[in-house]
Nanobody, 121 residues
């Protein structure tokens, strides 16, 4: 069993930056791919970016160049650095993990509880 906990959310002004962390505990001896999703009020959960178990990141066009995914294996943590934030980036942000990374939410077995990000104009 793998447990994920997101942290780092909060309130930030437009054009600001924020870094989210996704920290894993439990069966961290296995290798996992990790994805980042977000869900705005009244909308579905949308894929943003992921990092493969080999450490290769990939991004949706909507965030490529603004968001960066990285890992610190010593801390069992994956980060989502978000730059040039806009009000429409406001959402609950989730990380998810499974044996392989994917763009599809149904491919992930493990999810964090989410962390709120609010971008003010």
């Amino acid at each position: 069993q793998l447990r994920l906990v997101e942290s780092g959310g909060g309130l930030v002004q437009s054009a600001g930056s924020l870094t989210l962390a996704c920290t894993a505990s439990g069966r961290t001896d296995d290798t996992y791919g990790v994805g980042w999703f977000r869900q705005a009020p009244g909308e579905g959960r949308v894929f943003l970016a992921a990092i493969t178990w080999r450490g290769t990141p990939y991004y949706m066009p909507s965030v490529r160049g603004r968001f960066v995914v990285s890992t610190d294996s010593t801390k069992n943590t994956v980060y989502l650095q978000m730059n040039s934030l806009r009000p429409n980036d406001t959402a609950v942000y989730y990380c998810a993990a499974d044996r392989t990374s994917s763009r599809w939410r149904d491919d992930y077995h493990y999810w964090g509880q989410g962390t709120q990000v609010t971008v003010s104009s």
